[in-house]
């Protein structure tokens, strides 16, 4: 699925008469990242990730069509999905650390689910962050992460007790 997703992503931007220097590849989980290098990534990209989102919704589509069967791709240009998760990530974990503080649960920024999926990613192996339950609340484009400090002292005293 490698091959054919560049292959069907280099005819697709030849096709749009888009220059790039590379396409660099990657393969993690069954999902394969595909990351544009272009002097033209601010047209590819589009005002907050517009044209890249189609542009991925038309490779998924098309890279279906030739293999039969789900594709799991993700479209990137000059690492800006990269980039948007990774900063959300380090958001959610100040914000973290403030919770833990404070004990006073916050809520994060609405976002796309792509980045939600980053942030709750990032916090899945953390130790730091044990005592935290972090999940998505709101509908839509309104959806966003909450992060509550979980209260250990309940469940020590309800296993103390019996």
């Known amino acids: 699925m490698i091959e054919e997703s560049k292959a069907i992503l280099t005819k697709l931007l030849e096709l749009c008469l888009v220059q790039f220097d590379e396409i660099q590849v990657q393969e993690e989980g069954g999902i394969v990242r595909l990351n544009v290098l272009s002097s033209e990534s601010p047209f590819l990209i589009g005002r907050h990730g517009e044209h890249l989102f189609a542009l991925q919704q038309v490779l998924r589509l098309l890279t279906r069509k030739q293999l039969g069967e789900e594709a799991h791709v993700v479209l990137d240009v000059d690492n800006y999905r990269k980039?948007?998760?990774r900063n959300s990530e380090l958001v959610a974990k100040d914000i973290a650390k403030k919770v833990l503080q404070t004990g006073i649960a916050e809520e994060l920024a609405p976002m796309p689910s792509y980045r939600r999926r980053a942030v709750h990613t990032s916090f899945v192996s953390?130790?730091?962050?044990?005592?935290?339950k972090i999940y998505s609340v709101g509908e839509?484009?309104?959806?966003?992460?909450?992060?509550?400090k979980i209260n250990r002292e309940l469940f020590d005293d309800e296993t103390t007790t019996s």
């Open 126 to 132: 953390d130790p730091e962050f044990k005592d935290l």
């Open 140 to 148: 839509g484009e309104e959806r966003r992460i909450r992060i509550e």
């Open 83 to 85: 980039n948007l998760e």
